[in-house]
């Protein structure tokens, strides 16, 4: 079984920045397409930004072009978002996410039914 865990969250002011991290289990880290997407409560969860492995680039949510890096440390199995610039608006719980890649190009991997493996989640406050 995949297993993600996520790390990294806290608080900050408005204007600062974070670095999340995703650790997986399992050799076949390199082979898989990670993703980003957070959750505020009482909405529904939305894409943030996603690495491929077939095609090794990157998407990005147009809220977050910019100020958001995706990254990945294959020999460590670990998926990092770089977050700057944070806005209030970026307050939510942030999950990492896992799935086999394809023959799809980046963009594809932005919708939460591509992915099979999800982490529990670490709360971001961006705070005023």
């Known amino acids: 079984q995949v297993q993600l865990v996520e790390s990294g969250g806290g608080l900050v002011q408005a204007g600062g920045s974070l670095r999340l991290s995703c650790a997986a289990s399992?050799?076949?880290?390199?082979?898989?397409?990670m993703g980003w997407f957070r959750q505020v409560s009482g909405k529904e969860r939305e894409f943030v930004a996603t690495i491929t492995w077939s095609a090794g680039t990157t998407y990005y949510a147009d809220s977050v072009k910019g100020r958001f890096t995706i990254s990945r440390d294959n020999a460590k199995n670990t998926v990092y978002l770089q977050m700057n610039s944070l806005k209030p608006e970026d307050t939510a719980v942030y999950y990492c996410a896992a799935t086999r890649d394809g023959i799809q190009s980046a963009s594809y991997y932005a919708a939460i039914p591509r992915y099979n493996y999800w982490g529990q989640g670490t709360q971001v406050t961006v705070a005023s």
């Open positions: 399992g050799r076949t880290f390199s082979r898989f397409v």
